[in-house]
């Protein structure tokens, strides 16, 4: 199973974008990108998720490199509401069953 | 709100005891699953049911074990509890068996003495 690497935290300016980067060097072609959040002790929500090309909704766009071996999670116009640990997961398994691993995570400090 | 719902909110009880958490997924979602997040393990994946079966499982102690209804809601029992098993446990849904939208519900907190 592809792991991840992502920097335990980073701060942002209020207004300004976030770049969350994920290392997922060993992730494999059929292997997907996702991104959740989770907001203090609530669920993780989903963000977004992606193969190969770049992926954008109305929360976020994801950016993968395009040796797959990174990506980068851009949060537009970040506001004190999307401050949260940022999980950057790679898809597992096989024959329909999944697997989800959640490593620790970027904490993201948005401030004022 | 994901449309997840999960009982009790928070549960206090003494080690040795079994307990029983349940879930409630979004309408229509037929997968079901289950995560253990405490404080030195961070968030980690127990089981997966999909529409009544085991699908996937994950990091899950012989002293747990789940099931998923007929009408696809989910309980997950803990038993023997240790003091280490105290930890928030989130239920989670989603449409299908390999979707990874997967919705939260908003956890139970369990605390073991």
């Known amino acids: 199973d592809a792991k991840t690497t992502q920097p335990p935290s980073m701060d942002c300016a209020e207004g300004r974008a976030a770049n969350l980067p994920c290392n997922h060097s060993?992730?494999?072609?059929?292997?997907?990108v996702y991104w959740y959040r989770q907001i203090h002790s609530q669920g993780p929500q989903y963000i977004i998720h992606?193969?190969?090309n770049n992926e954008t909704n109305e929360m976020a766009s994801l950016i993968i490199t395009e040796d797959r071996k990174s990506s980068t999670l851009i949060l537009p116009h970040a506001t004190l509401r999307d401050t949260a640990v940022y999980y950057c997961?790679?898809?597992?398994?096989?024959?329909?069953?999944?697997?989800?691993?959640f490593g620790t995570g970027t904490k993201l400090q948005v401030i004022p | 709100d994901s449309g997840v719902t999960q009982t009790p909110k928070h549960l206090i009880t003494a080690t040795g005891q079994r307990v029983t958490l349940r879930c409630s997924p979004r309408?229509?979602?037929?997968?079901v699953y289950w995560y253990q997040q405490s404080l030195d393990q961070g968030l980690q994946f127990l089981i997966q049911?999909?529409?009544?079966?085991?699908?996937a499982k994950g990091n899950i102690l012989e002293r747990f074990s789940a099931q998923q209804f007929p009408d696809l809601h989910s309980e997950l029992n803990l038993s023997s509890l240790e003091l280490g098993d105290s930890a928030l446990y989130f239920c989670?849904?989603?449409?299908?068996?390999?979707?990874?939208?997967?919705?939260f519900g908003p956890g139970t907190r369990l605390t073991v003495t």
């Open positions: 997961i790679v898809r597992v398994g096989d024959g329909g069953y999944q697997k989800v691993t």
């Open positions: 992606g193969l190969k």
């Open positions: 309408s229509g979602d037929l997968s």
């Open positions: 060993t992730i494999s072609g059929n292997e997907y």
């Open positions: 989670a849904s989603s449409v299908d068996r390999i979707s990874y939208e997967q919705y």
């Open positions: 049911y999909y529409n009544g079966e085991e699908r």
